[in-house]
């Protein structure tokens, strides 16, 4: 990582688990994270608290984050929610808001800075999962979220 100037990166979930891993690494190795997520991360980094489910204001989020930045070097799409449950166990609200946030919160952060990307030849990267590969009776809205993660990716 060292080795090329990071630059701003844009971490969607970076409040917590992976996200914020991903966010404290790009800091340590010279980057500047903007932290996307619906909560304040517990450590000092720019953020802005977003609901991704709400993709008009995902995309406001990146589009700030770029303007305040002069641009944007990268996107690492790492939020994620579920419900589990089978098809007909999960309410209908809680089982789109995993689609909303999983599959189309990570499209809309990537068309958001795709402007930016194309003008710094910067890199995206979207996180899924094992079972964006297999399907799980038991997560059918995660896995059908992170099957599209994979194929929008």
Known sequence: MASRDLGTVVVTGGASGLGAAIARAIAKNGGTPVVLD?????????????????????????????????????????????????????????????????????AAVVRAALPSLEASEGRVVTVASTLGLRALSDATAYCASKFGVVGFT
């Not at 489910?53 to 990268?74: F, I, P």
């Open 38 to 106: 619906r909560v304040e991360p517990p450590f000092d980094v720019e953020h802005v608290v977003v609901d991704l489910a709400d993709r008009a204001a995902a995309e406001a989020a990146v589009r700030g984050a770029a303007e305040r930045h002069g641009g944007l070097d990268a996107v690492v799409a790492a939020a994620g929610t579920d419900s589990c449950g089978k098809l007909d166990d999960v309410p209908r609200d809680d089982w789109e808001r995993v689609v909303l946030v999983n599959l189309l919160g990570t």
